[in-house]
């Protein structure tokens, strides 16, 4: 069951009242939107998402309307619905718990699985997919992705065992991978705390949903629409996505746009990481348009 992450933390930081209006850039489960709801039954969510699956089954009475696109896009979401501003703007980054065990297209490398990674639930053929890379990229670049999105050590041996194996057979499923990456890296390391697969998965889908570049762009489409004394409340779940963020907020605070909710970032108690692992690596950042 997926659990929404600094749930109160986040909400809170957004200073709302029932008259606001939300955009909940990464619905996800809708943990941050229902709790809104709940405390706020006044407030109007626009809710994105560019996974279809995660709005199945969450008819609500609460007034959220639900846009299936990636958050890249949220100008011409907000166009759609003739929404000029916003009074809080919410990102979760990352993958749900569902979409970690249930969508089927090969996020887990604990499950054997298609390997698509995209974050659309019905990917066309003209849709990048975790296949295509790994069976037409060049050795160079699958090298540099791993490195640079899953900051693996050992990205070049793994990026020429997936080379090797290709040549023999196509790479199509979630475990192929995991046997050529378990082949490329030394049994210590495959002893470690972190799954041995988890970097090169995680640099894999980065660059299949081009996850970097569209936080940069939400963001800074995010921060145009927000009303003077809006708040943006940014959840990330590692370092790279920590810092475009952080860069973000300091530069709009240094031109006078801004200025930090929280100076230091926010973290998951011990309570709420002993009873949700998964939030051990949260960091919330809350910025304020002035």
Known sequence: MHRTVLLNETIEGLNLNPKSL????????????????????????????????????KKTDYKIIFHNENFRSIERVLEKEGIEQADGIIFD??????????????????KNEPLLMTLKANPTSSDLTAQDVVNTWSEKNLSDIIYGYGEEKFSR????????????????TTFDLVKIISGAVPGLYKRG????????????????????????????????????GGRMSV?????LEDR??????????????????NK??????????????????????ILEKI
Request: positive net charge.
């Open 22 to 57: 939300v955009v909940d850039c990464t619905f996800g489960g809708g943990g941050h939107s229902l709790e809104i709801c709940k405390k706020y039954p006044g407030v109007k969510i626009i809710a994105l998402d560019q996974d279809s699956s995660a709005f199945k089954n």
């Open 93 to 110: 980054l990352g993958l749900s718990s569902d979409q970690l065990e249930n969508s089927g297209r090969g996020f887990s490398f604990l």
């Open 157 to 172: 041996k793994i990026a020429k065992g997936m080379v090797d194996a290709r040549q023999k057979a196509k790479i199509e």
């Open 193 to 228: 705390r972190i799954h041995f697969a988890t970097r090169t998965f995680q640099a894999i889908r980065i660059a299949v949903n081009d996850e970097l570049g569209a936080l940069a762009e939400g963001l800074d489409k995010g921060f145009k629409l927000l009303k003077i």
């Open 235 to 239: 959840i990330s779940f590692h370092s």
């Open 244 to 261: 475009i963020i952080k860069r973000f907020f300091r530069e709009k605070v240094a031109v006078g746009e801004a200025r930090l909710i």
């Open 264 to 285: 230091k970032v926010i973290l998951a108690s011990d309570n709420e990481v002993k009873n949700n692992p998964r939030s051990r690596s949260a960091k919330l950042r």
